[in-house]
């Protein structure tokens, strides 16, 4: 066999082969660390034209449910991928390392939700309250704290992470993978493989478990989608939420000039508060990590001075103010304020926003790290500071509309105003952490246009950073803050955000409880419970949609409109590749026309399909007028989990002609991807060697013949002579053509929407990390 300078053994054992690429023949210790090699099933042997045999393999419900949402794409399907060995790519944190993990949450996670203390008395619509009042305010507030923070969040939500990643797109990855959610919805997907098995999951600990509602939501196309939508608008919302936050938290915090220096404008207020934000998104590139060495300092100060502040104001004001521990409080102030009490709820509402910011953010750090912070430093803080503020203005009744600045002593207003406004910037820091991460996963599961994504960590891949997303965050966050001017308005938007984000969270978080974790019971008491308590905040909230509660829902609706858009887009596009695509037939004639023009090298074609040759090679050879040495047709798939192993990285066939080969590459929605680096392209070319010196066995273990051999070892030579020549890289750029017959539904989202997202977002060689001197785009046009 010629040398193919690749360092890979054959083994072969009980009729199967494996190959270790990282081992040499002559290493001791070979047969005992091996991993099998996952390929499409050969079609060196079979006739031209005829079927794929391992097309029929296909799971024959599947297909049909494919057809009948997608057309007539039947032949879009993946085998399944043969075990390998598995290893858990998410690092085991020591004791010590949990602890500093911890201390960096701080300063990344629980800012919004430490500084609430600063606009919940002064949002909230109270006249003339009496001591009564604040003890049952006080008492809404611990137990909301209380339930949504510590129970819910904190002892379930974080339990049901997606390997390590959290947010509604990940709790969706999660249904999607175990109940194969989503297997009828045309996204980019559609065309590959509906029930993929990925080894990886499959001995995670909440595998897939066949019951009633599961069957319910496998056999309904309508649920599928309505999952999908709550999904994108919890992301939506989310993303409102981080435009939100840093305005309400900044302008609160710099509220406190105005108490000391009366002279001080509010447009002036409103400059400085800019000025803080910008510096704030500013920031943002040094990464989470840098961030939050910076933050946690602040935030850890923030902590411990406003507690020790409040518990001064109770010793002095009101030294039984924890008595509002007892729920009859809540009781007693709604019986006596009736409708009044119940608008009290939208301000109250403001004390848990950022704890979303808890699950939207397990990417960043990890669960025993966020739960750690929150019961012992967060929870408590904020607990006694609340306490101390209710002990003032019992005292002070006429003081909540500037509650916290009020009651601070004297002495330390200064110092303490310069703590707030910190504090009230990294306060920010959740939820636009929250937002990088869910525009990440967004973008992975093709539901998001291409936006540049920087991996700040190099071993915590959940940490990311886009450049595009941050500056149209403060644009967007500037708007809000020079468009309504005051913080109860900004406030009210606040509040509407906040309970839709917590009440997806709590619909899709039931469905996980009742199909992956088969706690029926629980299921039902988490979803009446927090469904009441986040159902009554929300009727509280939305009765103010005239005074800014509207501005979330247009955040939502843009977004969503971006979103869909892209989404539709995408599958058109891969509906015309489809309708447009070559048989092997065909592809045999066009190679027969070019076969005195072939040139050295190897040439990739990408194409979202995975069983199909793409139509872009015929305008390829039109224009081109010759063939590479080695062609393959590469697929790039995204799959809705966290992470692809590396042994499940690559699936490859030979395409019955020499020299003509097929890939598909698959990566979650964490994976890093560098498609132009030496790294992938040998990864690609040891699989595609390896799968050539796999034929040289039969399904019982016997060597194949010698002129077999001599094919294969010929073609391990020439892929690496070709690999040696150079590589070239070819992608379809596609555009539409709106025909007259079209709806002007179509028309909108593809003649307006999508091509211009299209044309503006990074293209899709940038987004590969391919260079520039290495790719090539062929137009396509299409009409619909």
């Known amino acids: 066999m010629a040398n193919t300078g690749l360092d890979v053994e054959l083994v072969i054992k009980k009729g199967k082969v494996s190959f270790d690429p990282k081992l040499r023949a002559s290493d001791t210790n070979v047969s005992t660390q091996k991993t099998s090699l996952p390929v499409f099933e050969s079609h060196a042997n079979k006739q031209v034209g005829e079927p794929d045999s391992y097309l029929q393999k296909m799971d024959t419900e599947s297909t049909e449910a494919v057809k009948a949402e997608a057309g007539s794409h039947s032949n879009c399907n993946l085998p399944d991928l043969i075990s390998g060995t598995q290893t858990h790519k998410y690092k085991a944190y020591n004791k010590l390392e949990t602890l500093m993990m911890a201390y960096q949450t701080l300063g990344v996670v629980y800012g919004d939700l430490a500084t609430s203390p600063l606009y919940v008395y002064p949002t909230m619509s109270i006249n003339t309250p009496n001591e009564k009042d604040y003890l049952g305010i006080l008492s809404l507030i611990i137990w909301t704290l209380t339930a949504i923070g510590l129970f819910k969040y904190v002892l379930l939500v974080l339990h049901a992470d997606d390997n390590g990643e959290g947010g509604t797109f990940a709790l969706y990855s999660k249904l999607y993978r175990h109940m194969k959610v989503g297997q009828k919805t045309k996204n980019k997907n559609s065309y590959s493989t509906p029930v993929t098995k990925l080894n990886f999951f499959d001995n995670f600990k909440d595998r897939h478990v066949s019951s009633n509602s599961a069957l319910l939501l496998d056999g309904r196309t309508t649920t599928h989608r309505v999952l999908l939508f709550i999904s994108m608008l919890g992301t939506c919302m989310l993303i409102g939420d981080g435009i939100l936050t840093p305005a309400i938290s900044v302008l609160s915090a710099m509220d406190g000039i105005q108490q000391v220096a009366t002279q001080v404008k509010s447009t002036t207020v409103l400059w400085l508060s800019a000025t803080v934000l910008v510096l704030l998104f500013i920031f943002q590139r040094f990464g989470t990590k840098h961030v939050s060495w910076f933050f946690s300092p602040i935030m850890t100060i923030w902590l411990i001075t406003t507690p020790i502040i409040g518990a001064y104001n109770i010793a002095v004001h009101y030294p039984g103010i924890f008595k509002a521990f007892s729920p009859h409080h809540i009781i007693s102030f709604f019986s006596r304020n009736g409708k009044d009490g119940w608008l009290t709820l939208g301000g109250t509402a403001l004390c848990i926003t950022g704890a979303e910011a808890m699950f939207a953010d397990l990417g960043h750090f990890n669960r025993p790290s966020i739960q750690l912070a929150f019961s012992t430093m967060v929870y408590p803080s904020v607990i006694v500071t609340y306490a101390g503020q209710t002990a003032y203005l019992i005292k002070h009744p006429a003081d909540h ?39 990440k996963q967004s973008v992975a599961l093709d539901y998001f246009p291409r936006v540049t994504l920087v991996h700040t960590s190099t071993d915590k891949e959940g940490q990311v950073y886009s450049p595009e997303v941050n500056y149209c965050l403060m644009l967007m966050c500037l708007l809000v803050l020079f468009g309504f001017g005051s913080g109860p308005e900004i406030g009210n938007a606040f509040g509407v955000a906040v309970m839709f984000v917590m009440i997806i969270t709590t619909i899709l978080m039931t469905v996980v409880m009742l199909e992956i974790w088969k706690t029926r019971v629980l299921a039902l008491v988490f979803f009446l419970i927090f469904i009441l308590i986040e159902g009554t905040y929300l009727s509280a909230v939305v009765i103010k949609f005239p005074k800014g509660g509207w501005l979330p829902f247009i955040f939502a609706f843009f977004l969503a409109i971006m979103m869909f858009s892209w989404y539709y887009g995408r599958q058109k596009k891969c509906e015309c590749e489809m309708k447009n695509r070559i048989n092997l037939d065909q592809l045999g004639v066009l190679l027969a026309r070019i076969e005195t023009h072939r040139v050295p090298g190897l040439c990739l074609f990408y194409t979202d399909l995975i069983n199909e040759v793409p139509p872009v090679i015929i305008h390829y050879v039109n224009n081109i007028r010759s063939l590479h040495q080695v062609i393959i047709f590469t697929t790039i798939r995204y ?104 709806g002007w539904v179509q028309r909108i989202l593809l003649g307006n929407f999508y091509n211009f997202l299209h044309n503006n977002c990074r293209s899709a060689m940038a987004f590969l990390k391919i260079p520039v001197t290495k790719h090539m785009e062929i137009g396509m046009l299409y009409e619909v």
């Open 401 to 439: 509309n500037q509650a916290f600045y009020k009651f601070l002593p004297q002495c330390v207003y200064w110092p303490m105003f310069v703590i707030a406004t910190l504090a009230a910037v990294v306060a920010s820091q959740g939820l636009i952490s929250a937002a990088f991460s869910i525009i």
């Open 639 to 742: 799959v809705p989990v966290t992470t692809v192993s590396a042994s499940e990285r690559f699936f490859v066939e030979q395409l019955g002609y020499k020299g003509i080969y097929r890939c598909v590459a698959q990566y979650g929605y964490t994976d890093m991807m560098n498609l132009g680096g030496d790294e992938f392209m040998n990864e690609m070319v040891m699989t595609l060697t390896m799968y050539l010196q796999s034929r040289l066995v039969s399904d019982h273990g016997e060597i194949s013949s010698i002129e077999a051999m001599s094919h294969n070892s010929e073609d391990i030579t020439e892929l690496e002579y070709a690999k040696e020549a150079g590589v070239v890289y070819v992608l379809g750029k596609t555009s539409f053509k709106i025909n007259q017959k079209t």
